[in-house]
């Protein structure tokens, strides 16, 4: 992967170690963060390495709940 920041869904499936398709899937149905390039007859989307390491880290979890103490 190059040092872009801008990666193309090949470099994003890659990142996520998926198959592009699901990179594709997951941008149309919104579960990623994705951009389309404006101005291209065909959609090309682009995708932030930020945005998805983001949709790696997992929200925190309050260790109280579940009654421990």
Do not use: C
Request: no cysteine.
């Amino acid at each position: 992967i190059q040092n872009s920041e801008w990666l193309t869904a090949n470099e994003a499936a890659r990142h996520l170690r998926v198959e592009p398709r699901t990179i594709l899937m997951w941008a149309r149905t919104r579960h990623i963060k994705g951009y389309v390039l404006s101005g291209t007859r065909r959609i090309t989307w682009r995708f932030l390495r930020s945005d998805l390491d983001a949709t790696l880290t997992a929200p925190a979890v309050l260790s109280a709940i579940g009654g421990s103490n």
